[in-house]
């Protein structure tokens, strides 16, 4: 899901410090989601069926504690299917990692003569320096 929000400041204090002050937007959009569903499977025509890509057997339990960067699921957990035979693991089985950062902007429109105006902005991407990992690999075969 995604959430953006834009607050604008009314400014502080009187003369100087109020010009200086007022008119600032701060913006801020957060981004977060669960992982995607992911599906096993295997290289090869193991079903000898012609068909590539088949899902593997799985034999235990794919979750991990604290699942990292190097290993997201027990590998363990599937092996491949016998020859002529199909594998049982579901459809989305595994769920890959999540994702979330948030975005900041501070920006103040300036007057320069008439209607015309000049836009200060300062923005930051991923203000927490969160790590994002991608999808691990789900396919059993590969090197």
Known sequence: ????LIVQSRGAGSGFVHAVTSDWQLGTVIQART??????????NLSLTGL??????????????????NQWFTIAAFA???????GNTP???????????????????LGVGGSKHVEVRIEA???????NLGNPNVTFGNA
């Open 35 to 44: 992982g995607a569903p992911l599906t096993p499977s295997t290289t090869g």
């Open 125 to 131: 991407f991923n203000v927490f320096n969160t790590v």
């Open 80 to 86: 491949p299917n016998m020859p002529g035979s199909w």
């Open 91 to 109: 459809k989305g089985s595994l769920r890959g990692p999540g994702f979330w950062t948030v975005d900041l902007a501070v920006s103040r429109n």
């Open 52 to 69: 590539n890509n088949q899902r593997p057997v799985i034999v235990g339990d794919p979750a991990l504690t604290n699942p990292d960067e």
């Open 1 to 4: 899901s995604n959430t953006s």
